[in-house]
Structure formats: C-alpha cells, structure tokens
C-alpha cells in the first residue's frame, strides 16, 4: 500500500492550507500540505523534502495526529497526519509555491465550508479533535 502524508501546521490557533493547482483530479481544491512519500522513505523524511519542494520552507515534525485508507484511480493509499512546525508563517516572507495557487492560515472549524479534498476531509474529524485537545 502506498503512502500519503498530511502536515497539520498551526500557528496562533490557525491552521495552514493551501489551494492545488488547477491541474488533476484534485486540482483547485484545498488541503493540508502534504504528498506521497517515495519508495525507502520515511514519512518524516517525505515532510521534510515535501514543504521544501512545494513552499521552500524547513520543517520540524512532531507526532503522528492520525492516519486513514484511501483509494486513488484504483490504488490503496494509507493517509497519516503529523503535527509540523515550519520555521516561518510565510506572511512575511512568502512561501515559494511550486504545487499550489495561494495558502491560507484558517480556523479548523471553517475546513468543511472549504472545497477541500475527500482524502483530508476523512482525517478532519481526528485532526479537529487533536487540536481542540492543544486549547
């Protein structure tokens, strides 16, 4: 089964997402930062090298919120979420986008009245639950 990773980033009660490009079956939806982790990776290495490549930015990860199945023009995906620290907000000094068309700092409660993606939208309950235990 392949791999995805979720990065559930939060900064003063906000959480970052970012909107794809217009480009695929997900394309133009938001999401948690993230993306499938290569064959002899590990998910904390897949992170690290994810929001280098796609937002330009360092990264710390915590632990493991939650994980779910999903399945993707006909394969099994497991989707884990961890908590992540980025080493700025990107309000400042913008993140350099190379997947996406914009991001977003968002209160939890308004991910579902985004256009958001099915496979993120199955771990939000666990990720609003985790969150709402840092309060």
């Known amino acids: 089964m392949k791999k995805s990773i979720a990065c559930i980033i939060c900064n003063k009660g906000k ?3 970012a909107h794809r490009n217009p480009t695929g079956q997900m394309g133009s939806r938001w999401e948690f930062p993230g993306g499938k982790v290569d064959d002899g990776e590990t998910e904390q290495e897949a992170i690290r090298r994810e929001m280098r490549e796609e937002f330009d930015v360092d990264v710390t990860v915590h632990e493991k919120i939650t994980e779910g199945k999903f399945c993707h023009n006909g394969k099994d995906f ?3 979420a961890y908590r ?3 080493a ?3 309000i400042e000094k913008k993140y350099k986008l190379t997947e996406h068309t914009e991001y ?3 209160d939890i409660n308004e991910i579902p009245s985004e256009n958001f993606v099915d496979s993120d939208l199955m771990i939000y309950p666990d990720v609003k639950k985790y969150l709402a235990k840092e309060k």
């Open 15 to 17: 959480v970052l997402i």
């Open 88 to 90: 700025h907000d990107g």
């Open 84 to 86: 992540v620290s980025v």
């Open 104 to 106: 977003k700092w968002v």
């Open 78 to 80: 497991a989707l884990e």
